[in-house]
């Protein structure tokens, strides 16, 4: 609709019409956000991976800091994952406004045998010390299990140690955008998916 359209139809429209739309305008705007309430996981591994109610949320915690993330109020299924431990799982009530800390344990799982390859991420353009995905805690899955998220795997030095086999990597980035590949690792050595921008 053009202007000299608009502008025709409030001309038109009686001074009572006018108004009530004024205050529908402004009881809308005014309306309060969506209420929500948080969620904060503390325990002895960070890295693991926060899922509410099967949706992945990040990582337990940043810099050593443990992550607050939003959610409904109401009860909620709290599952952390790391490739490590065991599935810790449990459920909550979160209150409008209100953080609901989540203290956990995991049980580590008995380390796998080598001999193992490393799977990494890699940028573009030649790496620093630093990963070039820095605040991307996008979700890797491998084989549709949850392995980390994208900052872990994508430093020189870093990735996660498979035996040698098939794999399908998965990961949804707001960053990088969908990573679905197949790879094979092999022992002693390197694999590298480079991150495209």
């Known amino acids: ?36 309430g948080y969620i904060k996981c503390v325990g002895n591994v960070g890295r693991a991976g926060v899922f509410v109610d ?28 790391d490739p490590r431990y065991e599935e810790f799982r449990t459920k909550v009530t979160v209150e409008e406004g209100k953080v609901t800390k989540v203290k956990f344990k995991m049980t580590r799982r008995e380390p796998p045998k080598g001999p193992f390859g490393r799977l990494r991420f890699g940028g573009g353009v030649r790496e620093s010390f630093l990963s070039v995905a820095g605040g991307d805690t996008s979700a890797v899955y491998i084989n549709n299990q949850f392995w980390g998220y994208v900052d872990e795997f994508n430093n020189p030095g870093s990735g996660v140690l498979l035996p040698p ?33």
């Open 1 to 36: 609709m053009n202007l000299t359209a608009a502008w025709l139809i409030i001309r038109c429209m009686s001074k009572r019409s006018i108004l009530a739309s004024a205050f529908f305008l402004l009881a809308a705007s005014a309306a309060p956000a969506l209420a929500q």
């Open 54 to 81: 099967g949706n992945y949320l990040g990582p337990a915690y940043r810099f050593t800091l443990p992550e607050k993330y939003a959610v409904s109020p109401g009860e909620h299924e709290v599952v952390l994952r």
């Open 165 to 197: 086999g098939t794999y399908e990597v998965r990961v949804d980035s707001p960053i990088y955008g969908q990573i679905n590949e197949k790879v094979t690792i092999e022992a002693n050595k390197v694999t590298v998916i480079p991150l495209r921008w």
